[in-house]
């Protein structure tokens, strides 16, 4: 899979932040390929059950890292170009192992809603795989769905200058965010360990809160009084 580009962002302290991300991002693409491509074979290859269940699992990622490099400036059909790099290679390293893989992927989809009260970002692939080794043969249909969602749940005013601000943060299937990266209007907001982030920020009319997740995935939300 080719590591996607990536395009500039703002200036100052962002757009520091926002490389730091970018890094991430391009660090665990490269050595997720460099793990398969060093690895001794008979470590990648086993059973059919286990090449299937590393296919998937491949797949899932694919959507994630896609899905991170659109929401951080990368080009819009990074999800589809990566997709099919993936489907490529894949096919191409099973056949060179003595599997025969037909791999396809439909309903290719992702979006952002940012800049509400309740803000998302998220991609949505289905797959279908079909492997066989001799007389073995797996089918499998799957669709993988990959989700950060970000809710300014209060605001509070802690006195004339300050006030505090909470957000909820959780990924597909409801479950909570407790690992990533949460700013105020600018400023870190600490976890509370239970998928909820509040920091002391100075009073405004409006918050502006921007999450990455541990998978480097993005949104933006926003607060107006």
Do not use: H
Not at 39 to 60: C, L, T
């Amino acid at each position: 899979m080719k590591t996607p580009r990536l395009i500039k962002g703002k200036r100052g302290q962002f757009f520091i932040l926002v490389a730091v991300i970018y890094c991430v991002i391009l660090l665990t693409v490269a050595t997720y390929v460099v793990s398969v491509i060093s690895s001794p074979p008979r470590a990648r290859i086993g059973e059919p059950q286990y090449v299937a269940m590393n296919i998937k699992g491949q797949s899932i990622r694919v959507v994630e890292v896609s899905l991170a490099n659109v929401t951080n400036g990368g080009p819009a059909n990074s999800l589809v170009l990566n997709l099919e790099d993936w489907k490529n290679s894949t096919e191409s390293f099973c056949a060179q192992q003595g599997y025969s893989l037909a791999l396809a992927y439909a309903d290719v989809w992702n979006g952002t809603n940012w800049n509400k009260t309740l803000s998302w970002s998220k991609a949505r692939v289905s797959f279908s795989m079909l492997l066989q080794s001799g007389v073995s043969e797996i089918i499998d249909e799957y669709t993988v769905q990959t989700e950060l969602y970000v809710n300014i749940t209060r605001v509070e005013s802690l006195n004339a200058s300050y006030s505090r601000v909470t957000v909820k943060v959780w990924k597909e299937g409801g479950a909570p965010v407790v690992l990533g990266t949460v700013l105020v209007n600018g400023f870190n907001a600490s976890s509370n360990g239970d998928g909820t982030y509040s920091a002391v920020v100075p009073s405004s009319s409006e918050y502006i809160v921007s999450v990455w997740d541990s998978r480097s995935i993005f949104v933006r939300a926003k607060w107006t009084s």
